[in-house]
């Protein structure tokens, strides 16, 4: 089956670095876009980035425009998520997600989380 792994969290202060991962097995990783979204406390999921299949196209969320920079490496079946600058409303569970179907980037910032396979997230928490 569909899995996807995230690692890379951990606690930081304001204004550093952090890169998540995510590791996907039990599919053909070139063949599917992948994304990152987040959830904060008593707020809903919400969609921090995306990128094609091939990693030549990219799409971020307004509120991550300029900090955040999502890439993959598909001969390791590995997306990942660099996080620069990070404020205190960056603190949240960050989870990995690949679409079901053939999704684009795009189209993965507003379909339902049934249309994607979801990591178990892992926790960024950014101290002021």
């Known amino acids: 089956q569909v899995q996807l792994e995230e690692s890379g969290g951990g606690l930081v202060q304001a204004g550093g670095s952090l890169r998540l991962s995510c590791a996907v097995s039990?599919?053909?990783?070139?063949?599917?876009?992948m994304g990152w979204f987040r959830q904060a406390p008593g707020k809903e999921r919400e969609f921090v980035a995306a990128?094609?299949?091939?990693?030549?196209?990219?799409y971020y969320a307004d509120s991550v425009k300029g900090r955040f920079t999502i890439s993959r490496d598909n001969s390791k079946s590995t997306a990942y998520l660099q996080m620069s600058s990070l404020e205190a409303q960056d603190t949240a569970v960050y989870y990995c997600?690949?679409?079901?179907?053939?999704?684009?980037?795009?189209?993965?910032?507003?379909?339902?989380?049934?249309?994607?396979?979801w990591g178990q997230g892992t926790q960024v928490t950014v101290s002021s």
């Open positions: 997600a690949s679409p079901r179907d053939m999704s684009t980037a795009q189209d993965m910032s507003v379909r339902g989380e049934d249309n994607h396979f």
């Open positions: 039990g599919r053909i990783f070139s063949w599917y876009t």
């Open positions: 990128i094609s299949r091939n990693g030549g196209f990219t």
